[in-house]
């Protein structure tokens, strides 16, 4: 099992930045994919962006070259830094694991198995 447990969310104005953090805790030694996904008011769960244990990123094209996806193994945490931050962006920011020893495949939800809690933000215009 694996838990994950996001936080820096909140409010910002248009323009905004912020750095969403998860650390993982559990039997992480397994997992190969984590992402970050959102789901603002109203709408459907959307992906944003995936790193496998090789670092290599994926991204959504809505959030191309204003997040960035990273990680610090040894901490066992998963980072999003979001910038340029519009109301659109307005969601519960979720943090996800997928199935031990799968990579990623995209920023598809369904590849993920685990999921944390949600950090809540809130972009004001």
């Known amino acids: 099992q694996v838990q994950l447990v996001e936080s820096g969310g909140g409010s910002v104005q248009s323009g905004g930045s912020l750095r969403l953090s998860c650390v993982a805790s559990?039997?992480?030694?397994?997992?190969?994919?984590m992402g970050w996904f959102r789901q603002g008011p109203g709408k459907e769960r959307e992906g944003l962006a995936t790193i496998d244990w090789l670092s290599k990123t994926t991204y959504a094209d809505s959030v191309k070259g204003r997040f960035t996806i990273s990680q610090d193994n040894p901490k066992n945490t998963l980072y999003l830094q979001v910038s340029s931050l519009n109301p659109e962006d307005t969601a519960v920011y979720y943090c996800?694991?997928?199935?031990?020893?799968?990579?990623?495949?995209?920023?598809?939800?369904?590849?993920?198995?685990?999921w944390g809690q949600g950090t809540q933000v809130t972009v004001s215009s």
């Open positions: 996800a694991a997928g199935r031990e020893y799968y990579g990623c495949s995209g920023t598809s939800d369904r590849q993920m198995r685990y």
């Open positions: 559990g039997n992480t030694v397994k997992l190969r994919c």
